[in-house]
């Protein structure tokens, strides 16, 4: 049987990221959106030509209410998410939710204890580890070609910030109130979940936070993290102040290399180098398949009745590594992580 399921917040990501995965045959097959909210009218016009039938609403408890829904996708700036999903668990509603989980590490404990005890499916959009490349890169590791790890080093160059819907707040992730902080909240939240998937959860964290651009922007629009582990350290540079888009990957280990610049990945080690080509891992048309095997993980858990809590602690656990890099930042040197 179909779930039937509602998009909160029909913005840039929502059309551009989650509506194709949700209207792909894979995942339409399993779900169909029966209903949007959207405080924005101009959103909410959108509507019909997505998806036809669909009720709309401004109001998200209405939406809610009347029409019952069996999920939700919540695709909404971090800091309307704990009052949408405290709605939903009240109602015993499952619930996709874009990242990062809030806009500040204050009441996660809280908000995660809400969600778990309404036995819940909740997945966050931690979609990267849905793409090829991440998940190239984490067979590489775990197949021991590299031997011990050393040194990784995540690079994301960007010119400025993403802008939001129009019709409602362009500027809202540079307003630390609703994004939760500036590139650090906005991309490096990717790499803490990252990180997770790769190594596990980091004994140190050293992070600088600075704005060297964009001295209109009230947060930081450039962010250096070094993860520190037992006996490795992942770095991770992220920069709204570049002259021009790229991303790339460096690792290094005790029995080789592995190199991503941004189209093809290299594993170098004695015996000899391999190429396997990527895509683009910034091509945000990519992002579709993401969302696909994202959505798909999710039904998945609702259809086997899986209630298990490990993406909502990997969701906690980001919010920890952006609480304790603002720290380390403001203090000059590395927190411990605990």
């Not at 509602?6 to 194709?20: E, Q, Y």
């Not at 090829?132 to 160059?157: C, E, H, M």
């Amino acid at each position: 049987m179909s779930l039937r399921g509602a998009i909160i917040g029909l913005g840039n990501i929502a059309v551009r990221g989650h509506v194709p995965a949700l209207l792909s045959p894979s995942v339409a097959r399993r779900a169909s959106v029966i209903a949007v909210a959207d405080v924005v009218e101009e959103n909410r016009r959108k509507v019909p030509g997505l998806f036809p039938g669909a009720a709309v609403y401004a109001d998200i408890g209405q939406l809610l209410d009347a029409e019952k829904p069996g999920f939700v996708d919540i695709c909404t700036p971090p800091h309307t998410h704990r009052g949408i999903l405290e709605l939903c668990a009240a109602r015993g509603i499952h619930a996709v939710c874009e990242k990062p989980l809030m806009e500040s590490y204050a009441a996660v404990e809280e908000l995660a204890g809400v969600i778990s005890r309404a036995g819940i499916v909740f997945v966050p959009c931690h979609q990267y580890k849905y793409s090829p490349l991440w998940k190239g890169i984490r067979d590489v590791l775990k197949s021991g070609r590299l031997g011990r790890v050393t040194l990784a080093q995540f690079n994301v160059y960007r010119m400025q910030a993403d802008t939001g819907t129009a019709g409602w707040n362009p500027a809202w992730r540079i307003n630390r109130q609703q994004s939760g902080g500036g590139i650090l909240a906005d991309t490096g939240a990717h790499y803490f979940y990252l990180a997770q998937y790769f190594f596990g959860l980091p004994e140190k964290i050293f992070t600088l936070l600075r704005t060297l651009k964009h001295d209109d922007y009230t947060v930081e629009d450039t962010a250096l993290v070094t993860l520190e582990y037992s006996r490795h350290l992942m770095q991770v540079n992220l920069t709204w102040a570049a002259g021009q888009r790229a991303n790339s990957v460096a690792i290094a280990g005790t029995g080789g290399n592995l190199l991503y610049d941004g189209s093809r990945m290299t594993v170098s080690t004695p015996e000899g180098t391999a190429e396997i080509p990527m895509p683009d891992v910034s091509d945000k048309n990519q992002y579709i398949s993401w969302y696909e095997a994202l959505f798909t993980e999710f039904f998945d858990r609702i259809e086997a009745g899986n209630r298990s809590t490990d993406l909502l602690d990997e969701a906690r656990h980001v919010m920890k590594m952006l609480h304790l890099s603002s720290v380390s930042s403001g203090q000059g040197s590395a927190v411990v992580y605990r």
